[in-house]
């Protein structure tokens, strides 16, 4: 349990769809706690929808949104610490999520993988290297990051990825 940074400006662009800017302005124009939990729940199915497409469930998985913190919140049981970790990072790595508030358990424990944020000029190969002492381990980090890394070469500033334990 615990609650993770993200850079708000990077990301899957999930937030930004018409359904989500159109609950946003009336929310904007007339701030009534209906149209704010509109806003909130219509954000909040778009990540959940996200995660879904990446193949990652977890029992009872809930995940809710605050749009004025910019922080997501996700509940439930994973399988395994993997698991978990990437439905966090899948609810951490969309534009406009700042923060992400886990309240998550894993039904069986493992070791715990760190996190690192890509900078400019970072590759998996200078990553590996960092965490690993060997470039060549970078297949390790990707495997680790799929379904959300669809090629080795596809990373962006910004973008948490998971560095499994060696």
Partial sequence: ????????????????????????????????????????????????????????????????????????????????????????LCCGNVKGVENVEDKMSVASIASDSQFHTVVSGDSLSKIAKAFYGDANAYMKIFEANKPMLSHPDKIYPGQVLRIPPQ
Avoid: W
Avoid at 2 to 13: D, H, Q, T, V, Y
Avoid at 27 to 52: C, F, H, L, M, R
């Fill in 1 to 88: 349990m615990g609650l993770f940074s993200f850079i708000k400006g990077a990301g899957e662009k999930l937030l930004g769809n018409d359904d989500v800017k159109a609950a946003d302005e009336k929310a904007k124009q007339e701030p009534s706690p209906v149209n704010v939990a509109t806003a909130n729940k219509t954000a909040a199915d778009a990540i959940a929808n996200y995660v879904g497409k990446m193949n990652l469930t977890a029992e009872n998985l809930e995940i809710g949104f605050d749009g004025a913190t910019a922080t997501v919140s996700v509940a439930g049981i994973a399988d395994t610490q993997e698991t978990k970790e990437k439905i966090l």
